[in-house]
């Protein structure tokens, strides 16, 4: 990556602005909300603690949490989230609700002791979603440098992650960095076998990166919505299964590019059937048996078994979107065994990421065997497709 990170810059005595993505899951306890899961602060600790270690004269935290659409929605509140972060790296952090204005960006250049402080959500404030200019404005001028650490975002022409360049030299954090290399490094030159895992709800989101990487591929699995999309294409029955009916015409070219290429496409063979709001199985079916009034929530064991043996020769593993409805502890044993298989391949460069994802393994303990999972969703399947990202674009060049 040609771009510059904060590795390249001199941090002492700077006032140093960070945007990170700390949208974490929070629990409602009694009267107030926790973080319950934190994996994406815990990502963000590298570079924060390199940046404390060059003894900044501040160090200003920017992130977003949830769709508030543009309002004061406490439940989105950040509040807790600086309650974490000050546990995990054992030191204050200051909490400021006020909006971002001049005179929050004046209290703020008073503080010169090397202070933590955290503002509230972005998203509060509609300016931030439409890179408006003079939003843009008061956040640079909160500091002297600006860090993204933000990969999941950097699709996104927000004023936070694009409009602060027009005021402010941008630099990647060390999580940034990584997300491009391993990202980059796993589908531009991967090592064969090259087994590329696709799931999750929506098919329309999921073919621009089956095109992008079908010529490389040796192997694509496919589960969750996508899985039913093609089975849908093929004319299987499908029940009341979720689906992308607008995709329908992309999966069956992607059908016959199949059999034409070296990249062999598989489709579960068996399926986890019920009712997601229930959140009940009804049993194991052959996708040929899929009851008309029920759904394919998972993957099914000999499905699982299949996918496995083919993950366990792998080189190259790239997993985007959960294999079943893992909202429901029914239906997330499919996912979990994939998990399992990805993380016991140890030969292999694994990159996993994805929102819902991250959401499914974030604790469980196989995860510690992933090469890299990535916090971007969006993010990733965009840098896959395109090659760039508005945020990327917007770095400064070394």
Known sequence: MNKKTILDINLTAKSVVIRVDYNVSLVKKESEYEVSGDVRIRESLKTINYILKQKPSRLVILSHLGRPEGKVDLKYSLEPVAHKLSELINIPVEFIKTTPNKSLVEEIKNKNNGEIIMLENLRFY?????????????????????????????????????????????????????EISMITKATESPEAPLVVIIGGAKATTKIPILEKLFVK????????????????????????????????????????????????????SDLVVGRFETGISAGIVDKEKIPLQMQALDIGPKTTSDYSEIIAQAKTIIWNGPMGAIEKPAFVGGNNAILHSVASNSGAVSVVGGGETLSAIELNEDIKHISHVSTGGGAMLELIEKDTLPGLEVLANK
């Open 217 to 268: 591929a040796d192997y694509v699995l496919l589960g969750g919505g996508v899985a039913n999309t093609f089975l849908k294409a093929l004319g299987f029955g499908i029940g009341q299964s979720i689906y992308s009916p607008e995709s329908m015409r992309l999966c069956q070219n992607l059908i016959w590019k199949a059999t034409r290429a070296k990249t062999r496409l598989l489709l579960p």
């Open 126 to 178: 509609p300016q931030e979603e439409k890179n408006d200019i003079e939003f843009s404005h008061i956040l640079a001028d909160l500091g002297d440098v600006y860090v993204n650490e933000a990969f999941s975002n950097c699709h996104r022409a927000h004023a936070s992650i694009v409009g602060v360049s027009q005021y402010l030299s941008v630099v990647a954090g060390l999580g940034l960095e990584k």
